[in-house]
C-alpha cells in the first residue's frame, strides 16, 4: 500500500508540473511575450470570462487527480504482471515501438470522437461536459478543465492500453505527452501554421487551434481528437476558414 500512495504523490506531482510548465509556457509566449505577433494568429479575439483562468486550473487539478490514478493503473499493470508491458525494445523491435505509439493515438481518436459526441447528448452536456464549454474562448490551462466523471471517460482508454497489446513504458510516456501537447496546443486560442498550408492535403486531416476554437465557439462540430477523419466520415466537419471566409 505503501509503495502504491508513494507512487501515487509522485504522480501528481510530476502531473501537475507538466501542467503548470507546459501550459504556462505556451500561455506566457502567446499572450504576455510575443502579443503584436499573437495578433495574427488569434482563434477567438473575444474576451475571457471573468476568472476563467483560476477557474480552469482549478478544474484541471481535479484532472490530475484522475489522470494520476491512470498512471497508478500502468505501475500496477507493471507490478502485478497482468498485463503485456514489456521491457526490451528488442522483443518486438523499434517498428512495432513506433507504430504501437501510433496505434494508441489512432484508437484514442476513434475514442474521443464517440465520447465526446455522447457527452453533447441533451441529458450528459449540462451535467459533464459544460464544464469544459464555460471556456467560449480557449486558453492552454483549458486543455485539462473537465468535470471529473469527463476526465474519467478521458482517461479510461488508456487505461485498456497496457492490457490491449505489448507496449513498452518509454512508448506510453511518450503517447500521453503526445496527447498532452495537443490538447495544450489545440486549446492555445492561436493557430500558427498558415491558412492555405493547413487547408492543404494531408494536413487538412490534422485537428488545428481554429477547429477545435470553432468548437468551442459555436458548441457543435469538430468533436475529434487528433485528426477530423471521423468528422469527416460522420458529417460533423466543419472548416472555420471556410466560415470565416
Ligand atoms: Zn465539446
Ligand atoms: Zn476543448
Not at 184 to 200: A, C, E, K, L, Q
Request: charged fraction near 15%; glycine fraction near 4%.
Amino acid at each position: 500500500m505503501a509503495f502504491y500512495s508513494v507512487k501515487y504523490l509522485l504522480l501528481l506531482v510530476v502531473l501537475s508540473a507538466r501542467y503548470f510548465i507546459i501550459a504556462g509556457l505556451f500561455f506566457y509566449l502567446t499572450q504576455k511575450l510575443f502579443v503584436a505577433a499573437s495578433h495574427k494568429t488569434v482563434v477567438n479575439a473575444n474576451p475571457r470570462f471573468k476568472k476563467q483562468i483560476p477557474f480552469e486550473i482549478k478544474q484541471s487539478l481535479v484532472t490530475v487527480f484522475i489522470f494520476a490514478l491512470g498512471g497508478l493503473n500502468f505501475v500496477f499493470a507493471k507490478e502485478a504482471r497482468v498485463s503485456q508491458i514489456y521491457f526490451d525494445v528488442h522483443e518486438y523491435g523499434w517498428a512495432y515501438f513506433v507504430f504501437s505509439i501510433f496505434l494508441m493515438l489512432m484508437v484514442n481518436d476513434i475514442y474521443f470522437y464517440w465520447t465526446h459526441r455522447l457527452l453533447h447528448r441533451r441529458r450528459f452536456f449540462g451535467k459533464y461536459h459544460s464544464i469544459h464549454h464555460r471556456s467560449k474562448v480557449t486558453t492552454p490551462w483549458t486543455s485539462q478543465s473537465f468535470h471529473w466523471v469527463e476526465s474519467v471517460i478521458n482517461v479510461f482508454i488508456a487505461v485498456l492500453f497496457p492490457y490491449m497489446f505489448p507496449l513498452h513504458p518509454t512508448a506510453y510516456i511518450i503517447f500521453t505527452f503526445v496527447a498532452f501537447i495537443n490538447n495544450v496546443y489545440g486549446h492555445g486560442n492561436h493557430d500558427f501554421v498558415p491558412v492555405s498550408f493547413r487547408n492543404r492535403t494531408p494536413f487538412n486531416l490534422l485537428n488545428s487551434p481554429s477547429i477545435h476554437g470553432y468548437h468551442h465557439e459555436n458548441v457543435t462540430g469538430n468533436y475529434g481528437l487528433y485528426t477530423n477523419i471521423w468528422d469527416r466520415l460522420h458529417g460533423t466537419y466543419i472548416n472555420p476558414d471556410e466560415r470565416k471566409a
